[in-house]
């Protein structure tokens, strides 16, 4: 029998595979079900990002790649931050980024911040580096984000690291930039305390955007900043991302990433350069598109009774309240007593995929993606629409 290590102890498959795997499922048996349920842009990567990646296999650009990155792609990154590319490392996915950050500087006991609802696998990832995450609930009434009393009072001896993600996922939440200094001001007092800021919705923001490093550049020797292409340029298969921080981090974490990976691709490497170098044209009208999109989603979903949609300022998720239709019973007479129970029942009664708000740390909500058609969209809320109506 196969003995698992205790490292992997209670990390499950993650709830969106889970439900993405169900949907899979019940498509393959017949079933006409839609997934409103991954964060990923239907829009295809844009051609001149695909024809540097033609041309960089054609010039042979198929060798190894530096540990820490294409030199090119480094020096983008590093030009658009304003610091040399030795604050820059390039990895398989922002996944990697985290995950690297995390492996090069936590011991058993150490401490994450995390405010909730948040992308899940921080959850898992700071488990499987031995650390443990410290969740600070983030309710709606709070716009989803933490305030600066509930860091100062998160922050222990053993914390090593704040993170943060705006705009957010699974909530769309955005910080401002007077909200991050605020937390600043927190962090000044605590030297020991490290921010990862991960914006990688950046470019899909509706509100201004403020990074963490501009709101308090006299923190930039503790903050890592993680990016990458998977989401604002339609490159999610690519597994292109990068942290920005100082070169001591960099170091810790090429360390790690060259026993592990070695460099990242060396085709999507050299498509994630024409993406950070390129026209900028398909940002601005996805965006465009994506802001359409969540006007359409948040009136469909609002006009649901028992469902409360708040209006997100980036990202392209929404996170409505499902409290208003729990202890509701189904045609079969079950009782929808948690988040997860009305998912269930949404994609039983009604084969619609959406993901419960517990696998983001936040129960009595869930997080629809709209990231997809438009006709998937009108679809999907009228799926939830009819789940909703089958309640007693
Ligand atoms: N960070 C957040 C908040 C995300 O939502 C995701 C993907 O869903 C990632 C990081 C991972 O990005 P990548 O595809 O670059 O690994």
């Given at each position: 029998?196969?003995?698992?290590?205790?490292?992997?102890?209670?990390?499950?498959?993650?709830?969106?595979?889970?439900?993405?795997?169900?949907?899979?499922?019940?498509?393959?048996?017949?079933?006409?079900?839609?997934?409103?349920?991954?964060?990923?842009?239907?829009?295809?990567?844009?051609?001149?990002?695909?024809?540097?990646?033609?041309?960089?296999?054609?010039?042979?650009?198929?060798?190894?790649?530096?540990?820490?990155?294409m030199?090119?792609?480094?020096?983008?990154?590093?030009?658009?931050?304003?610091?040399?590319?030795?604050?820059?490392?390039?990895?398989?996915?922002?996944?990697?980024?985290?995950a690297?950050?995390?492996?090069?500087?936590?011991?058993?006991?150490?401490e994450?911040?995390?405010?909730?609802?948040?992308?899940?696998?921080?959850?898992?990832?700071?488990?499987?580096?031995?650390?443990?995450?410290?969740?600070?609930?983030?309710?709606?009434e709070?716009?989803?984000k933490m305030?600066?009393?509930?860091?100062?009072?998160?922050?222990?001896?053993?914390?090593?690291?704040?993170?943060?993600?705006?705009?957010s996922?699974?909530?769309?939440?955005?910080?401002?930039?007077?909200?991050?200094?605020?937390?600043?001001?927190?962090l000044?007092?605590?030297?020991?305390?490290?921010?990862?800021?991960d914006?990688?919705?950046?470019?899909i923001?509706?509100?201004?955007?403020t990074s963490?490093?501009?709101?308090?550049?006299?923190?930039a020797?503790?903050?890592?900043?993680?990016?990458?292409?998977?989401?604002?340029?339609?490159?999610?298969?690519?597994?292109?991302?990068?942290?920005?921080?100082?070169?001591?981090?960099?170091?810790?974490?090429?360390?790690?990433?060259?026993?592990?990976?070695?460099?990242?691709?060396?085709?999507a490497?050299?498509a994630?350069?024409?993406?950070?170098?390129?026209?900028?044209?398909h940002?601005?009208d996805?965006?465009?598109?994506?802001?359409?999109?969540?006007?359409?989603?948040?009136?469909?979903?609002?006009?649901?009774?028992?469902?409360?949609?708040?209006?997100?300022?980036?990202?392209?998720?929404?996170?409505?309240?499902?409290?208003?239709?729990?202890?509701?019973?189904t045609?079969?007479?079950?009782?929808?007593?948690?988040?997860?129970?009305?998912?269930?029942?949404?994609?039983?009664?009604?084969?619609?995929?959406?993901?419960?708000?517990?696998?983001?740390?936040?129960?009595?909500?869930?997080?629809?993606?709209?990231?997809?058609?438009?006709?998937?969209?009108?679809?999907?809320?009228?799926?939830l629409?009819?789940?909703?109506?089958?309640?007693?």
């Amino acid at each position: 029998m196969l003995r698992k290590s205790s490292r992997i102890d209670g990390m499950a498959l993650s709830e969106i595979v889970a439900i993405s795997e169900a949907a899979a499922r019940l498509r393959a048996s017949g079933h006409d079900v839609l997934a409103l349920s991954t964060g990923e842009p239907d829009f295809p990567t844009p051609p001149h990002v695909r024809k540097a990646a033609t041309l960089a296999m054609q010039n042979g650009v198929t060798r190894y790649m530096p540990t820490s990155g294409m030199p090119a792609l480094r020096k983008a990154v590093a030009d658009a931050a304003g610091v040399a590319p030795a604050h820059v490392i390039v990895s398989t996915g922002a996944k990697q980024v985290l995950a690297n950050m995390f492996l090069a500087t936590l011991d058993p006991g150490d401490e994450v911040v995390v405010p909730a609802p948040c992308w899940s696998s921080y959850f898992d990832m700071v488990a499987l580096a031995g650390g443990e995450t410290v969740k600070l609930r983030c309710g709606a009434e709070a716009g989803f984000k933490m305030t600066p009393e509930q860091l100062e009072a998160a922050i222990t001896p053993r914390t090593r690291w704040l993170l943060l993600n705006s705009p957010s996922n699974p909530t769309g939440a955005v910080y401002t930039a007077a909200e991050l200094a605020a937390l600043g001001a927190v962090l000044k007092r605590h030297p020991h305390v490290w921010i990862a800021s991960d914006e990688i919705y950046d470019l899909i923001c509706y509100a201004p955007f403020t990074s963490f490093r501009q709101a308090c550049p006299e923190l930039a020797d503790r903050t890592m900043l993680i990016n990458g292409v998977s989401k604002a340029h339609a490159m999610t298969g690519w597994r292109i991302g990068w942290g920005i921080a100082p070169p001591t981090l960099i170091d810790a974490m090429t360390a790690v990433q060259g026993q592990v990976t070695s460099g990242a691709c060396s085709i999507a490497q050299a498509a994630a350069v024409a993406a950070v170098t390129g026209d900028m044209q398909h940002i601005d009208d996805r965006r465009d598109a994506f802001r359409a999109r969540r006007d359409y989603v948040v009136d469909a979903l609002n006009a649901i009774p028992g469902i409360d949609c708040p209006v997100p300022d980036g990202a392209f998720y929404v996170f409505p309240s499902c409290a208003g239709v729990l202890g509701h019973k189904t045609p079969d007479g079950t009782v929808l007593e948690t988040d997860a129970d009305f998912c269930g029942h949404v994609l039983a009664s009604a084969g619609l995929a959406i993901v419960p708000g517990r696998a983001f740390g936040l129960p009595g909500h869930f997080r629809l993606s709209y990231a997809y058609a438009r006709s998937d969209l009108e679809e999907g809320c009228a799926r939830l629409q009819r789940a909703v109506a089958d309640l007693t």
